[in-house]
């Protein structure tokens, strides 16, 4: 699994929202600048989080984005998953996106075994770990 720029970005405004979490909404300029991310993608994105049910926005003066649930209430997986797709490094070994690989025998496929392994690990990882978890770090 490869973090595309869409889900690095995407992670690092979820976490500068988790960071100023309560504080009312924050305008796209501000989210764009303080993320090194340029606002035209930014929007892209936050629309995505938005139709995700990660953020919601408020519109007008004062108006912006901002988390919709508390940071502790939001994991990475569900996140990347939004934004990048499947955690698992191939579709075999995906339980969102399986599709079969076409191995003649996929109960001995070695390297199923291990990128379920792979798949099993990062998931681990990323659902454990929530925005207030990123905050705190």
């Known amino acids: 699994m490869e973090l595309s720029k869409r889900g690095e970005y995407g992670l690092r405004s979820l976490q500068y929202?988790?960071?100023?979490?309560?504080e009312?909404?924050?305008?796209s300029k501000v989210l764009a600048e303080e993320?090194?991310?340029p606002i035209k993608f930014l929007e892209?994105?936050?629309i995505i989080l938005?139709?995700?049910?990660l953020v919601r926005s408020r519109r007008g003066p004062g108006g912006g984005y901002y988390l919709a649930a508390p940071p502790e209430d939001i994991t990475l997986a569900e996140a990347v998953r939004l934004l990048d797709g499947p955690l698992a490094p191939i579709n075999c070994v995906s339980e969102m996106a399986y599709e079969p690989c076409g191995c003649p025998?996929?109960?001995t496929c070695g390297l199923r075994r291990v990128m379920?392994?792979?798949r099993d690990t990062v998931a681990g990882i990323m659902e454990s770990t929530t925005l207030a978890d990123l905050v705190q770090r």
Do not use: F, S, T
Request: glycine share 12%; aromatic share 4%.
């Open 17 to 22: 929202l988790a960071r100023h979490y309560g």
């Open 24 to 27: 009312g909404p924050i305008a």
């Open 35 to 37: 993320n090194n991310i």
């Open 44 to 46: 892209q994105i936050m």
């Open 50 to 53: 938005k139709h995700g049910r």
């Open 105 to 107: 025998d996929v109960e």
């Open 116 to 118: 379920q392994e792979v």
